[in-house]
């Protein structure tokens, strides 16, 4: 049994899904002492959390009662006009109260006083301050009293102290008092409590049960006090907030009412996991174990049918591994492919050797009576002042030593020799019509390149680019170094191509054929022959206009062996 659950991934799967069920049975029992004690643990929480909230909610309120007192004072004694301009500061100290009531609504009255608690400004609704309220405070106060002799409710009042400068050299200068309706304080509690089963009650150093509400399922006609003593309810009790304190009793029962929901949430979920189990051992059988046993499959029968592919149409990992096998035996044999295209090529390039060397025997056959024969030519000319034959018979002669020439790698300056004796005949030729020009970078002379690679553009320039032409025309040579490598180019202004000529030009480059003309097969393949693939040639041509040829191959290399 065991052997066949590890050769299975099928039964693997059934076996970790009956003991998802067994660790599942043990969870449940686990889960329900476990709600238990979080119904407790999270009531205590909330009282914590109500608590803060509420103490952090009438921290953030006096402090924008602090700054309205601060501005209040503070424009109080910059609009100080004077005795004589009293009804203006008396019209401007009323306006701007009128706008702090506006975004403060719940600032019933506001009062200024000075260091000896006389009344400076008494704006909003006339305020009766009780004699046990009466004096200065040397800090902030938040308190609730009957403020108002035509009302019996509790109303609040926020006693602020205004000192000059900081630190051991400030001095109060007097306190402002604001009166408040409580809906602003008590609301803002309530809006943080109503969502929960709690009581909120609110003291004073004064008067205790100053306010007290009840929210949720809690009976109205309980006292905090019952509350307190409640095993069902947690109770808390604030800090003092400058003469407020806030005091809560959270239900247990109440705000965690939802445990017995979760208990059967929870062998609801344990039922649909097993429906969900059941579903996920189908979906591996039929999205995983399938499709693995017939890649396996296709893998087996492969090397007799290597052109077939899986072409599974799926997205998934599955998918993915199919399509990269398929990649993969695509690549294979297109590695294949290349291996014999690389193979043909090896034997094109050692065909081609073959051939530059039997030219180059050739080429060496007797060599001595040609040289002669020049010789003597060159004599009998300059026996008879015809120093233009002279001369030309001499290019002559040393273009066929250079032609005959063992090696297939010279140097630049070599090269470039070479070409301007072709140029002289060239010159003599056409009678001064064609212009040969080299021009070549003192630090490449010495570098080394194919022989015979330049000339037969060049000569391509002369018979297909300029012999025809009317006018006078030129060839110009460059070759520069940039880098590690060698820049050449052959540049004529001569009749150029039309563009579907040139497109075969260009074909011909990427493939070169026996057919392809001026030389051009040669020229390609000796440079795959001593450059492999690092080399780059592009061919430009305009009708009327010229042809231009650039080749680019490294400075350095070597003649294979």
Known sequence: ???????????????????????????????????????????????????????????????NLRYTAESLYRFLVMDDLGSDQKDVHDARISSYYSQIAFKNREIVSAL????????????????????????????EDLNADRYFSDSEDFYYAFFYPIYDGTGESS????????????????????????????AMQLSDSNKLDLSFSTFGNIPRDVTMADLKDNKDYVYREGNWQ????????????????????????????????ILLLAIIILFSYYQM??????????????IKHPE???????????????????????????????????????????????????????????????????????????INDENDIAEMAMALSDIFRYAVKGSNIVTVRDEVSYIEKFARIIEYRFMGKILIKTKVSEEVLDKPMIRFFLQPLVENSVFHGLESKMDSGFVNVSIEGVGDRLEMMVED????????????????????????????????QRLKLFY???????ADSHVDKGTIIKISVPDHMREPE
């Open 1 to 63: 049994m065991i052997s066949k659950i590890r050769n299975s991934i099928l039964l693997k799967l059934v076996f970790i899904v009956l003991l998802i069920l067994f660790v599942l049975s043990g969870t449940l029992y686990t889960s329900y002492l476990y709600v238990r004690q979080t119904t407790v643990n999270y009531a205590n929480g909330l009282a914590e959390s109500l608590l803060r909230q509420s103490d952090n909610a009438i921290s953030l309120y006096e402090e």
């Open 112 to 139: 200024l006083y000075d260091k000896d608690m006389n009344t400076i400004v008494s704006l909003g609704k006339t305020v009766d301050i009780p004699k046990k309220q009466a004096y200065l405070r040397t800090g």
């Open 171 to 198: 001095k109060q200068l007097g306190m402002c008092v604001f009166v408040l309706e409580p809906w602003r304080i008590d609301g803002t509690l309530k809006n943080i409590l109503n969502k929960n089963v709690v």
């Open 242 to 273: 400058n003469g407020i304190r806030i005091a809560l009793a959270v239900s247990i029962s109440g705000n965690t009412s939802g445990s017995g929901a979760i208990r059967k949430l929870i062998l609801f979920a344990a039922v649909l996991i």
């Open 289 to 302: 174990a399938r499709p693995i046993r017939a890649i396996d499959r296709f893998i087996g029968n492969s």
């Open 308 to 382: 077939r592919r899986l072409n599974l149409n799926r997205t998934d990992e599955i998918g993915t591994v199919a399509a990269s096998l398929d990649r993969m035996l695509d690549e294979n044999q297109r590695m294949i492919k290349e291996i014999k295209d690389g193979k043909i090529r090896l034997y094109e390039t050692e065909l081609a050797q073959q051939k530059m060397e039997i030219m180059a025997y050739r080429n060496q056959i007797n060599p001595h009576f040609l040289y002669n024969t020049l010789s003597c030519m060159r004599d009998m000319a300059l």
């Open 493 to 524: 202004n001569g009749l150029g191509m039309d563009e579907e000529t040139l497109e075969k030009l260009r074909g011909d480059i990427k493939n070169p054929h026996e057919s392809s003309g001026i030389g051009l097969a040669n020229i390609v």
């Open 532 to 538: 492999g693939d690092d080399y780059t040639i592009s």
